[in-house]
């Protein structure tokens, strides 16, 4: 028989259709347990809203019609995920053909119950709000439900949740075929009803044998405590086989096999189309969990990179020497996943970082003003500008805050105020935030920082990903870009380095070039004496930059390639 055809014969005969519309697949996983649970009780067929029918639904009685469970998470700003766009159009037109209809009911005999997926670090009034709105469109469409409304949120323990409505389900499914009585209100816990609200601070960021610590290991992340993580970056193992270092190393003399990438936040307050982490972090406006030890965290962060270096011995390729540098790490890249200032203790972490003789770079989602602006000093301290104006912004990073370009342009103001190394970031997506460059070019007057990075986004797959390969730019459309920024900026910046590799492009302060050369690499033994120093420190950038070699400036043949790595053509 045709798979199709077989399919399709499934469906009518299963009891419970389990229809799900997911971003990250958490709706289809529980879409699965679902079935999986129901599968000793009646037939089950499972499908995404994305195949949804132009006519699946066939009215008949209510004891021979079969129950839909729909199971549908939040994208975005409150938005149902694209994939149940076919059902959404499907109930929408039935509804204005209902409306020329004396009944107007023309889901009447139809049950039906919603698993609403959402997360409550978002305004209450957009949580879970595509699954709530589906419900209620059902509802008024005259189908009946066969259960109450769930609500899972990302910010507690949705396994547990969802397997206590699943349970419930599942039990009522059972009634009209065996003649059980309905289940009683009072018997059943008020799912919709269960969103966490502790707010406490008391319990960890990421739950022990949890599924989302589960996830985020499935990625690779080696997490550190209760709320921290590290990660081994591909061009660690590039430099330790001689392959090239990455654009830390052209720009900033940054050597990537003693580089730390760590977050100690993995929850942030933006939810970015182009994450390479598959939001499979925490989200939250302000910190709620446990709090660990910044020297504690930093000492395992250290740890994790060198466990994570150790089984590269004797690869074929690894340099003996890279390999035993790796072991010393010299820098920390708090750009892993998150918002590292949402940590409370930030600045006893990078103080620990500094005191080990450990230079830092910081990424920020400019999102929390306050944070900056109490900041000690960093090596490098970013503000990511994913966007050239408040609606761009919205639509490409997902702000949980209602305020997040007033929270943005206040960022701006507290980065410009700070004296060390300072960078604007602006990674490009096509087709979502090529905004004109004089936007951009105003918030770097705004901000004032000492270089600007413009690089493209990374593609990294996924289910329920928005992004495709033709949202990616190529270098040669980042470097365009840069230029015209440049001619905005003319006065200020000029383009001092590229690295073809990371499709990234260096703008610096022009009053760091002199004496022939851009002064855009770091000192890094000059910073340790600096930060170390007794005393308030009080230093600025100029005071630990030096010259970037030949080979690295713009214009060089290597195109940010260090003459001393091995090229591998693309095959």
């Not at 970082?353 to 910081?362: A, K």
């Not at 919205?394 to 997040?404: N, Q």
């Not at 420190?537 to 060089?556: K, L, N, R, T």
Request: proline residues 5%.
């Amino acid at each position: 028989m045709d798979t199709g055809v077989a399919a399709a014969a499934a469906a009518a005969a299963a009891a419970l259709r389990v229809v799900y519309a997911t971003v990250g697949g958490t709706a289809r996983s529980l879409a699965e347990s679902l079935a999986a649970a129901a599968g000793d009780t009646c037939a089950v067929c499972v499908s995404c809203a994305s195949s949804w029918a132009a006519a699946p639904f066939e009215s008949g009685t209510a004891a021979a019609a079969p129950v839909y469970a729909f199971i549908v998470s939040t994208a975005g700003d409150g938005e149902a995920p694209p994939s149940a766009q076919p059902l959404l159009e499907w109930l929408h037109r039935r509804a204005a053909e209902a409306e020329g209809e004396a009944a107007g009911k023309p889901l009447a005999g139809m049950r039906y119950c919603v698993f609403a997926l959402g997360d409550s670090a978002y305004p209450r009034a957009k949580f879970a709000l595509a699954g709530r709105r589906l419900d209620q469109l059902l509802h008024e469409l005259g189908a009946e439900r066969a259960y109450k409304m769930g609500v899972g949120d990302a910010s507690g323990d949705v396994p547990s949740v969802f397997a206590q409505w699943a349970r419930m389900v599942c039990k009522q499914l059972r009634r009209p075929l065996t003649g059980q009585a309905a289940v009683d209100d009072d018997e059943a816990e008020d799912v919709e009803d269960s969103v966490s609200s502790d707010g406490g601070v008391d319990r960890p960021m990421v739950l022990p044998g949890g599924r989302q610590r589960a996830d985020l290991e499935a990625q690779g992340y080696h997490i550190i405590g209760s709320h921290s993580a590290a990660k081994q970056c591909r061009w660690t193992r590039n430099a330790l086989r001689g392959r090239g270092f990455c654009y830390k190393y052209t720009f900033y003399g940054i050597r990537s096999h003693q580089c730390l990438e760590m977050t100690p936040s993995l929850a942030c307050a933006n939810k970015c189309v182009f994450c390479w982490r598959h939001h499979k972090n925490p989200v939250a406006t302000q910190w709620k969990w446990l709090v660990d030890d910044p020297r504690q965290l930093v000492e395992e962060g250290i740890k994790a990179h060198q466990e994570m270096v150790r089984p590269l011995k004797g690869v074929p390729g690894v340099s003996a020497e890279r390999y035993e540098e790796a072991f010393t790490v010299r820098h920390c890249a708090l750009s892993l996943v998150g918002e590292p200032i949402m940590y409370p203790r930030i600045n006893e972490f990078m103080s620990e970082l500094h005191h080990r003789g450990v230079t830092s770079f910081l990424v920020t989602n400019a999102q929390l003003p306050s944070a900056i602006a109490s900041l000690c000093p960093v090596t490098q301290l970013y503000a990511s500008a994913d966007a050239g104006n408040a609606d761009t912004l919205k639509r490409v990073d997902r702000p949980l805050f209602e305020d997040s370009w007033q929270r943005f342009e206040a960022c701006l103001d507290e980065l410009a105020k700070k004296r060390q190394r300072t960078v604007l970031r602006v990674t490009l997506v096509k087709d979502w935030n090529f905004d004109p460059p004089s936007q951009y070019a105003a918030l770097a007057r705004r901000g004032k920082p000492h270089f600007i990075e413009i690089k493209g986004a990374t593609y990294c797959g996924g289910e329920g990903n928005v992004l495709t390969m033709r949202n990616i730019p190529w270098h040669d459309e980042v470097l365009q870009f840069a230029k015209d920024m440049e001619v905005e900026l003319s006065d200020e910046y000029a383009i001092a380095s590229e690295h073809i590799h990371s499709c990234c492009v260096l703008l610096a302060r022009k009053s760091l070039y002199h004496d022939g050369q851009w002064h855009t690499w770091i000192d890094q033994e000059k910073f340790m004496q600096l930060v170390n120093a007794d005393g308030s420190p009080d230093f600025s950038a100029e005071d630990y930059s030096v010259p970037m070699p030949e080979w690295a400036q713009f214009g060089s043949s290597t195109r940010g390639v260090a003459p001393s790595e091995q090229k591998v053509p693309h095959k």
